[in-house]
């Protein structure tokens, strides 16, 4: 009997037994794991599952929550179109704008400064080879000097 045999993401075991192929719940009642265990037992081994390495959607995805944490896509329109009618009643130098609007301003490019860095980080994340599985995890994200 010929067998190839691999966990897959779900904890079955896809296997191919004689050239056709099965997926095999982990389950000694089923004749067919019964089948792969008697191969194990001749010294087949069944693979364990490797997950694929995350696609670069996936860090951009991620990228674009961090950014939604920061500045949700409806306050970066609003800010955007704040900053324009601030310009143009006031000009484009901002010592020239009221102190509150200055403050506004401050708030607008400490957001915008922390929205770069993701985007930085999310390239850096993304030229990765290969992408670690853990990507996600902040120490990834944090801004580097």
Do not use: C
Not at 90 to 114: K, S
């Amino acid at each position: 009997m010929n067998i190839t045999a691999s966990y897959d993401s779900a904890g079955s075991i896809y296997a191919v037994i004689d050239g056709v192929e099965f997926t095999v719940p982990d389950d000694m009642s089923n004749r067919h794991r019964q089948m792969i265990a008697e191969w194990e037992g001749e010294g087949g081994i069944i693979a364990q599952f490797v997950p694929p390495a995350p696609m670069i959607a996936e860090v951009k995805a991620e990228a674009a929550r961090r950014i939604e944490a920061i500045m949700p896509d409806y306050k970066q329109r609003n800010v955007m179109a704040w900053g324009l009618e601030t310009m143009m009643v006031y000009g484009t130098d901002p010592a020239d704008w009221p102190a509150q609007l200055r403050a506004v301003n401050d708030q607008a490019q400490a957001a915008w400064a922390a929205i770069k860095a993701i985007r930085v980080r999310s390239d850096e994340i993304e030229a990765m080879q290969p992408i670690p599985a853990d990507f996600v995890a902040d120490h990834y994200w944090a801004a580097t000097a």
